[in-house]
């Protein structure tokens, strides 16, 4: 089996569950997501269990193909994504993806959720950096945006759930301008600390570095990790570097500083707290992340001295060259 080769979509038409596949909407390394349709007409997003690095599919195919050395390690992402969908269907809030559903078909588990129109966070940063403005958001647009993520993620930790997955490119921002939290990596992270994946399912610059590490425990600061990384990105335009690179040598100081003046003083402390290497020195909780994020602070705007912007535009320059552009070329898709 190729790992090359990614598994087939089902063919628009096929009905599974009781809902008629429309057609396929996105696919990453852990699934596939469709548009379907319910016997009453009601339009929905299915979203199938099918790990590309552990089973295959051929086109008109129905059953996924898992080879038998992998098929423990299959069934136990099986059990976590079953066990995902089981949690998130006990969540009802308008932050959150709703689950309407879920069963078991074809070998695999299904879990159908609401269907959303509007965009990702990840296309409206990518829309915005392409006006070159000299902000890519209003700091009232972001701090209003992240206060809606707050409260479904606040919910979703009261269910002692994580999402584990957090990036631009899993929230999304409806039509309506409501914020919502999609696809959550609970499942993914099981396979991850099973497995050794050589490349791992997360997302480089949206991981905390304790999901590098298979001896680390997990929790709300793994998720504030990755919000303070979103946030960074909808003010910088790019994602953060990676946590290995971060470790190795942080430039977020640097690149945080470059923003002062644009964004309020409050707001640059706000990312760098979340996004402390470390754990313990992050916010414990989304409470005390809301709590000061929405704390009302006479907003500072530090700006740089002549003397600063020089020392600070020599220093990007020494080290742009040094490991090329800040957060690579674009948020990386899901």
């Known amino acids: 089996m190729s790992s090359r080769t990614k598994p087939s979509p089902l063919a628009p038409d096929t009905v599974i569950g009781g809902y008629r596949i429309v057609r396929r909407l996105s696919a ?18 299915i979203k199938e269990y099918l790990p590309a690095s552990l089973a295959a599919r051929g086109a008109s195919e129905l059953l996924p193909r898992v080879l038998p050395e992998k098929l423990s390690l299959y069934r136990l992402g099986l059990k976590s994504f079953f066990e995902e969908g089981r949690a998130l269907a006990q969540i009802a809030h308008p932050s959150v993806v709703s689950v309407l559903n879920f069963f078991r078909e074809n070998e695999t588990v299904y879990m159908v959720m609401n269907y959303l129109d509007g965009d990702t966070l990840q296309d409206f940063i990518i829309t915005a950096r ?64 099973e497995a050794h994946f ?15 590490r298979r001896d680390t425990a997990l929790g709300p600061w793994t998720d504030i ?26 430039r977020l100081p640097l690149a945080l500083t470059r923003l002062r003046g644009v964004y309020s003083d409050h707001l640059i402390e706000v990312v760098k707290w979340c996004m402390a290497l470390d754990p313990m020195a992050r916010p414990q909780s989304v409470f005390g992340l ?11 705007y530090t700006r740089l001295s002549m003397g600063e912007r020089v020392r600070l535009q020599l220093d990007l320059l020494t080290s742009d060259k040094k490991s090329g552009r800040d957060g690579g070329a674009g948020v990386p898709a899901a």
Do not use: W
């Open 198 to 212: 050589v490349r791992p399912m997360y997302t480089p610059g949206f991981a905390a570095p304790e999901m590098y």
């Open 28 to 45: 990453g390394g852990f699934g596939i997501v469709y548009l379907a349709r319910a016997a009453d007409g009601q339009q929905v997003a």
């Open 225 to 250: 990790y990755a919000v303070g990384a979103c946030i960074y990105a909808c003010m910088q335009g790019y994602p953060p570097n990676d946590a290995p690179q971060r470790q190795a040598k942080d």
């Open 130 to 193: 392409d006006q070159k403005g000299q902000k890519v958001f209003r700091e009232s647009t972001i701090r209003s945006l992240f206060d809606e993520v707050l409260r479904g993620l606040r919910i979703v930790h009261q269910h002692k759930m994580l999402h584990l997955d957090i990036k631009p490119a899993n929230i999304f921002v409806t039509d309506d301008n409501k914020a919502v939290l999609i696809d959550f990596g609970a499942a993914r992270e099981v396979l991850n600390k």
């Open 290 to 300: 809301q709590k000061e994020l929405g704390r009302l602070v006479e907003r500072r």
